[in-house]
């Protein structure tokens, strides 16, 4: 069993070609969101494309929660933003959830034999897990859908987390994988996540705190994991 780190949706394709176990990687915030959501109690949530489809999912689900953001932010009508420090509410509710780049990449990968959602906040758990199956894996750095070339830095430093944690051979990304395991090593994720330009972003919305919450490493062991294809999009149940 090896490892390959793809960014994007060049990474959802090969896992889904090659029959990998597809991870996908979006450590500012998406996937630090939904494993503390788990953390907190929720019963399922939905990954949906959209903002319509997400406010259609609460009116169809009354008892419904909606976490998400566009450019940062909650936008109208959503329930909570997509920040891992305010999923207390979710305990024994089913959850909308939509995100810029991670849950678009989640549904860009659903075909693939395993598709999960990790980063540091629960890299040892899916360590242990993917430890279970045969199954090359390739870990999906989310980057940025809409502008492939802007800096995915917090992702590939996550990535190279759990890949360090699992001891693999690294197969596709091998280079880039070196690159960032040395600056870990030097720097250290909280350093780095602290200096990705995403965190800038995050910044200008006075969403800051955010940054050192999800550059915690291990604090969940909750594993989100697409289970089916529904109406309103991708649904997740923990591992």
């Known amino acids: 069993m090896s490892i390959n780190i793809i960014e994007g949706i060049a990474g959802c394709h090969f896992a889904r070609e090659h029959n990998c176990t597809a991870i996908v990687v979006d450590a500012l915030r998406a996937s630090c969101t939904a494993t503390m959501l788990f953390e907190a109690g929720a019963q399922s949530i939905t990954l949906v494309p959209d903002v319509p489809t997400a406010l259609a999912f609460k009116q169809n689900n009354p ?19 997509n920040s891992p420090r305010t999923v207390s509410a979710a305990k024994d509710r089913i959850i909308a959830f939509t995100t810029s780049n991670g849950t678009a990449l989640m549904l860009e990968a659903w075909g693939a034999p395993e598709l999960l959602m990790a980063t540091v ?33 917090e992702d590939w430093v996550a990535a190279s987390v759990i890949a ?13 994988y070196e690159y ?25 919305v006075n969403l800051e705190s955010d940054i050192a919450y999800c550059a915690q490493v291990n604090i969940g062991t909750a594993i989100p994991r697409a289970t089916a294809l529904v109406n309103f999009g991708l649904v997740l149940e923990q591992v």
Request: net charge negative; aromatic share 8%; hydrophobic share 40%.
């Open 121 to 153: 906040t629960n890299a040892s758990a899916v360590v242990q897990h993917i430890a279970l199956y045969e199954h090359d894996i390739v870990l999906i750095p989310a980057g940025n859908v809409e502008d492939p070339s802007f800096s995915a830095q």
């Open 180 to 204: 960032w395991s040395a600056r870990i090593e030097l720097q250290g994720v909280d350093e780095l996540f602290d200096s990705a330009p995403h965190s800038s972003n995050l910044r200008a």
């Open 164 to 176: 360090m944690s699992a001891g693999l051979e690294i197969g596709e990304g091998a280079e880039k």
């Open 63 to 81: 008892d419904s929660l909606i976490f998400g953001e566009r450019k940062g932010l909650a936008p109208e009508g959503f329930d909570f933003g």
